[in-house]
Nanobody, 125 residues
Framework: QVQLVESGGGLVQAGGSLRLSCVAS????????MGWSRQAPGKEREFVAA????????YYADSVKGRFTISRDNAKNTTYLQMNSLKPEDTAVYYC??????????????????WGQGTQITVSS
């Protein structure tokens, strides 16, 4: 069993930056591809970014490419999402996601082994 706990959400003005963190409990963190998904009010959940178990491969949604950067520190069981040049349309609840023995590219779907509880990001215009 893996538990994912996100932190770092909040309110920011358009053009600003935030960094989300996701700490995973449990064993074998390095066997999991990690990622982030988000859900805006009235919309379906959508993939944001993912990183392979070793951190060598990343994958991003077109809407965040060039603005967001995903990274991980396996020694700390932590995954990060650095978000720059934030836009009002980035407003959503952001969820940390984990899939064991997966690749970053395969995390673009909506089914995942584990989800965090979510953290709210609000970008004001």
């Amino acid at each position: 069993q893996v538990q994912l706990v996100e932190s770092g959400g909040g309110l920011v003005q358009a053009g600003g930056s935030l960094r989300l963190s996701c700490v995973a409990s449990g064993r074998s963190f390095s066997t999991y591809a990690m990622g982030w998904s988000r859900q805006a009010p009235g919309k379906e959940r959508e993939f944001v970014a993912a990183i392979s178990w070793g951190g060598r491969s990343t994958y991003y949604a077109d809407s965040v490419k060039g603005r967001f950067t995903i990274s991980r520190d396996n020694a700390k069981n932590t995954t990060y999402l650095q978000m720059n040049s934030l836009k009002p349309e980035d407003t959503a609840v952001y969820y940390c996601i984990a899939d064991q023995f997966s690749s970053a590219r395969r995390m673009t779907g909506t089914e995942h082994d584990y989800w965090g509880q979510g953290t709210q990001i609000t970008v004001s215009s």
